[in-house]
């Protein structure tokens, strides 16, 4: 014989069960579970209703207007709050967050004016050839990247110094990729410029890691670089 | 709600205090009488209406007018109430009844009833009440208002349900573990748990 538990016997004797039909057949022929319902029935008589006492409401008021302030309707308050705290602000907040105010307009001015492409995306890099400098100096660093990308073992003197003068003229190249709102060139610049500080500090010992790091930073950066040159390059047609 | 009603609100929100007598002459019993089922005693059911209806009315500037104020304030009594009786459980550990073979004031203990005789004696004397009231104490304050309301104020659950912010099926849950301890304290009346 199946019984029933003891939340489904709680349920059925407080009229919450959707079974009582079959409860109820069951407990006529189930003396195990009829006692337990029995059980369930005398607790919640047990624990029924006893009176409860009259509050004296005069007595209660007097107390609690006592704690009562004078209100006034919500909308108003808020702005008077709002208006508290505008005028409450210190003169530098005030001037830092318009100075935050104009700084954000001229960028979205700058932005309007010279479209951005995303790397890698569809479209262009840049529209405007730069500095046709920056192209013989992303063809170098492409030149590098490859031959470090087939190289193994510890780095060789030259290659070092040559890391060592492209990171110091990369360092310029962002800086004017930045000044002329090319944010597109000095992302994929910056990227370039810690590849190098990796070639250019990296310990002179075969079992230095910095293959490792190099294969890993230079995930995508040889192919922005080659987007990027052909780019910048004199003879590229914008479109 | 009606026209009284709002009138009152929209009085009290222009500065009349004195308005909100309107409010607690209407509904300061029942909000008490769900206080002291939560709380279990009458001194705690007067400061948890208290506190409720000074909660209200701070609140008021807020109230939307679209529902009614009785279920409003109710809702906010029964959380004042199980807060009330949370901070009370968690100062007066120390002191709640504690079984003994001997009772002493002294030491606030209680004897195990006898098995031998008839629940419906036992629980007509004051050790029995007191076993009683040990028993609702070993509740979580949501396993007593739950079972409280429905039972001896006879809420509909969803209604239980939606003062305590749970789902309608936690609040069934809540009652019918309640009724499950209860039954479980009362086994040394009835000579044990079946």
Known sequence: ????????????????????????????????????????AETLRVFSAGPVPEPDLDRNWQRLRGNLSVLAPEPRR???????????????????AALVLLAFIGIYAHKATKPNYAINGHGPLTTQPA????????????????????????????????????????????????SSGDLAEASVLE??????TTLDNEPP???????????????????????????DTPTHTQQ | MDKAETEAIREVLTGNRDAYRVLMDRYFR????????????????????????????????????DSAFSTWITRIAMNTAINLVERRNRDLSYHAPRIADEPSADESTVPVADACTGPEGILLDSEAASLRRAAMATLTPMERTAFTLRHMEDLPIAEIAAALNVPANSAKQAIFRAVGKLRRSLAPLAGGVQ
Not at chain 1, 2 to 25: C, G, K, M, V, W
Not at chain 1, 78 to 96: D, Q, V, Y
């Open chain 1, 205 to 231: 010992t075969p079992e230095s890691a910095w293959h490792l790091r190099f294969e890993m930073n230079t995930n995508g950066l040889l192919l922005d670089i080659r987007i990027l040159r052909q780019n």
């Open chain 1, 78 to 96: 808020r702005w008077m709050h709002f208006w508290t705290h505008i005028l409450a602000w210190p003169a530098a907040g005030f001037a830092a």
């Open chain 1, 131 to 178: 500095d046709p400098n920056i192209a013989n100096h992303l063809d170098a660093a492409e030149r590098l990247l490859t031959e470090v990308n087939n190289a193994s073992g510890p780095l060789d003197n030259v290659t070092r110094e040559q890391a060592h003068t492209l990171l110091l003229t990369n360092a310029v190249y962002v800086r004017q990729a930045r």
């Open chain 2, 30 to 65: 029942s909000v008490f009488r769900v206080a002291f089922r939560i709380t279990g005693n009458e001194a705690d059911a007067e400061e948890a209406a208290q506190e409720a209806f000074l909660r209200a009315y701070n609140k008021l500037p807020g109230f939307r007018q």
């Open chain 1, 191 to 196: 990227d370039l410029g810690r590849v190098l």
């Open chain 1, 1 to 40: 014989m199946n019984h029933f538990t003891e939340e489904e016997l709680i349920a059925y004797q407080l009229h919450e069960s959707s079974d009582e039909q079959p409860i109820r057949r069951h407990l006529e022929t189930c003396s195990e579970c009829a006692s337990i319902s029995d059980s369930i």
